[in-house]
C-alpha cells in the first residue's frame, strides 16, 4: 500500500528529531556542508534550533516525517532556504512538493530566497533550477549560489511544474526580469557554511539531492 504523502507546518521538535536521525551520515554531511560524515545527536545538539527556525514545513508518509523546508528570514524581504530529506524517499518529489506548497504563501511574493549547495551536487542544482532558481556569480571554493525572487506570476511557474510542463523556461524569464530590479547578488557566507550568527538567520541553507 502506498503511504499518503502531506505536507504541513510548522515543524515539531519532535518532527526534527525523528528526521535527522533517520538520514544517513552522508546526506547530514550535504546538508551542512561538513567536511566529514556527522553524526546525527551531534547535528541535533547544534543545529536543533535553526531546523525549527523561520517558517517551517514538514513532509509525511502517513505520520512520519520524511521531509523539512526552512525560509529564514536574513534580510529586508530576503530569506535562506533550506530542505532535508530522509534518504529512502530521495528522487521522489518530497523536495520538490516542500518548495510549491512554500511558493503558496503570498507573503513570499517579493522576496528574494537564497540557496547554497555543495559543488558537484548535481541532484540539487537541478531541484533549484526546476523551480525557477538561477546561478548568481559569487562563489565560495566548494559551493555553489543559487537566488531566486518569488514573483505574483511565480504561480503560473508552479502550475507548470505540478503539471509536468517545462517550468525552467518561465521561471528562467521571471528571474530575468527580478535580477534587473534586484540586481545586488549577494550571499550569506556564514548560514552557507552553516555557521550561527547568534539569530536564526544562521541556518545552513545547503540542499540535499531532491526526494
Excluded at 514538514?58 to 536574513?74: E, Q, S, T, Y
Excluded at 531566486?148 to 528571474?175: F, R, T, W
Amino acid at each position: 500500500m502506498t503511504a499518503v504523502i502531506t505536507v504541513d507546518g510548522p515543524a515539531t521538535d519532535e518532527d526534527v528529531t525523528s528526521l535527522v536521525r533517520a538520514c544517513s551520515p552522508e546526506s547530514l554531511r550535504l546538508r551542512f556542508m561538513l567536511g566529514g560524515p556527522p553524526d546525527a545527536e551531534r547535528i541535533l545538539l547544534l543545529y536543533r534550533p535553526y531546523l525549527l527556525a523561520g517558517t517551517t514545513l514538514v513532509a509525511k508518509a502517513g505520520d512520519v516525517p520524511i521531509g523539512l523546508l526552512n525560509l529564514v528570514p536574513d534580510d529586508v524581504r530576503r530569506a535562506d532556504l533550506g530542505i532535508l530529506v530522509v534518504d529512502a524517499w530521495h528522487r521522489r518529489g518530497v523536495a520538490s512538493a516542500l518548495v510549491r506548497h512554500a511558493w503558496r504563501e503570498d507573503r513570499w511574493q517579493g522576496w528574494t530566497v537564497h540557496a547554497t549547495v555543495q559543488e558537484g551536487n548535481a541532484p540539487a542544482e537541478g531541484l533549484l533550477r526546476r523551480h525557477g532558481f538561477r546561478l548568481i556569480p559569487v562563489f565560495e571554493r566548494g559551493e555553489r549560489d543559487f537566488e531566486l525572487v518569488v514573483a505574483a506570476s511565480l504561480a503560473n511557474v508552479v502550475k507548470e511544474v505540478v503539471d509536468g510542463g517545462e517550468a525552467g523556461q518561465g521561471a528562467d524569464g521571471v528571474q530575468r526580469r527580478a535580477a534587473a530590479e534586484d540586481p545586488r547578488g549577494r550571499r550569506h557566507r556564514d548560514a552557507g557554511r552553516g555557521r550561527a550568527r547568534g539569530c536564526a538567520a544562521g541556518l545552513a541553507p545547503a540542499l540535499l539531492p531532491p526526494g
